[in-house]
């Protein structure tokens, strides 16, 4: 249990900053973010009082990790126990198929929680190895070629290794 939760906390921090880095990586996650409220926060978390994130849309198409904002949450992902974050973390279950077996919660509006699944998906395709990713998401793109996938992925994790490192 100690191990996933080091794990979980771990992750949450990766997906928080990579979802920040793939709106300024691709455009289909941008479109997707744009069509959220200026201002809006998101947040990922265990409950109760687990591992999680906070992210918040810019207005320009762009998200950012808003851990420290003491705002009002206006769309929060809950899993419902840790065993369950870890699953989906861990690539052995989905996003779309934890929803759908009742390990999440979406509190806030519907449409831009499936928004927000809609950029996971393509975050996941795009930074995990094909095989992987076919596992995590719904459907995995029939558009991203390989060198496509390749450039986007350095430059996701360029991203998130520059704001683990640095913090901007």
């Known amino acids: 249990m100690r191990i996933q939760r080091i794990y979980v906390s771990i992750m949450m921090m990766i997906v928080g900053r990579a979802l920040s880095a793939i709106s300024r990586v691709d455009e289909e996650a941008i479109e ?15 409950v109760p009082g687990g591992p999680g994130f906070k992210v918040r849309t810019v207005g320009d198409g762009t998200l950012e990790v808003a851990n420290n904002t003491q705002r009002k949450v206006d769309l929060s992902i809950k899993f419902k126990h840790l065993s369950h974050a870890f699953s989906v973390l861990s690539f052995q279950e ?75």
């Open 94 to 168: 989905g996003t779309a198929e934890a929803f759908t077996k009742d390990r999440m919660i979406a509190d806030g509006e519907l449409s831009h929680s499936i928004r927000l699944v809609r950029i996971l998906n393509k975050m996941e395709a795009i930074i995990l190895p094909k095989f992987i990713a076919k596992r995590a998401v719904k459907r995995y793109p029939d558009n991203l070629g390989c060198m496509e996938k390749i450039t986007k992925a350095v430059r996701i994790y360029a991203r998130v290794i520059r704001h683990l490192i640095i913090g901007s």
């Open 32 to 46: 997707e973010i744009k069509g959220l409220p200026e201002d809006y926060i998101i947040q990922m978390v265990v």
